[in-house]
């Protein structure tokens, strides 16, 4: 069964329309710059704009045609492909306080890149941006410490 896009892009518009209406609406943290509203506000408004994106149908010409199922072809890594998600998060759990964010992020970012099939002209610039401007934004903007491990931040 496949839902059409425009009832996808409408069920996504209103997700994320309730996320900014139920945000707007956390009481602020006195002292804090950053309250709890604005999470839900960015998911929020960031949901109905992909929402009506999807609904709209812009993008659609970039798609590559699908082709017709041959039916069951060889197991091979492509099942194996499911347990990457739960094996980064296990690497990070182990790996984050000897190795620091920064070097076990970049880790995560190459592998998750390189599971999904990025090239390395793509996959090794990401894999050194994503990193620090997570740090970036977790250790300036919402000031939350994030393991040094060996390579510390450059703030």
Do not use: N
Request: neutral net charge; proline residues 11%; glycine residues 12%.
């Amino acid at each position: 069964m496949h839902l059409s896009d425009r009832v996808t892009g409408a069920v996504l518009v209103a997700l994320g329309g309730a996320a900014a209406i139920v945000g707007s609406r956390l009481p602020a943290v006195p002292g804090q710059d950053v309250g709890p509203a604005a999470f839900p506000l960015v998911i929020g408004s960031g949901l109905v704009i992909c929402g009506a994106l999807i609904a709209f149908g812009v993008g659609r010409s970039f798609e590559v045609p699908e082709e017709e199922d041959a039916g069951p072809g060889p197991w091979r890594l492509g099942g194996l492909r499911a347990l990457i998600p739960p094996a980064l998060l296990a690497f990070y759990v182990y790996a984050s306080e000897p190795l620091g964010f920064l070097l076990t992020g970049a880790i995560m970012v190459l592998v998750a890149a390189f599971a999904l099939g990025a090239r390395p002209r793509l996959a090794v610039p990401l894999a050194i941006v994503a990193p620090l401007l997570v740090h970036l934004a977790f250790y300036k903007l919402l000031r939350v410490p994030l393991p040094a491990g060996v390579l510390p931040a450059p703030w």
